[in-house]
Nanobody
């Protein structure tokens, strides 16, 4: 069983920065695609960024140029560096792991951006 634990959320003023981390248990991290999703109140969960097992990345248009996804396979950890944060980035951010169609989710971490 894989467990994903997010950390690094919090309250930040608009224009500020935060870095989220997702630590994974188990031995399948390096061979898995990973991603960050977010869900704002009253809205559907949406993809923020994802990174393949080989390191390829893609981003939602709304965060391109502001967010950077990365992974450290030696530490079984994925990161999301967020800068130039906007109030509309406020959401619960979830870590996601996909290995051959088997999906795991973290419990989420709250990010709140004040105007």
């Amino acid at each position: 069983q894989v467990q994903l634990v997010e950390s690094g959320g919090g309250l930040v003023a608009a224009g500020g920065s935060l870095t989220l981390s997702c630590a994974a248990s188990g031995s399948i991290f390096s061979s898995s695609a990973m991603g960050w999703y977010r869900q704002a109140p009253g809205k559907q969960r949406e993809l923020v960024a994802r990174i393949g097992s080989g390191g390829s990345t893609n981003y939602a248009d709304s965060v391109k140029g502001r967010f950077t996804i990365s992974r450290d396979n030696a530490k079984n950890t994925m990161y999301l560096q967020m800068s130039s944060l906007k109030p509309e980035d406020t959401a619960v951010y979830y870590c996601h792991l996909n290995r051959y169609g088997v999906v795991y989710w973290g419990q989420g971490t709250q990010v709140t951006v004040s105007p």
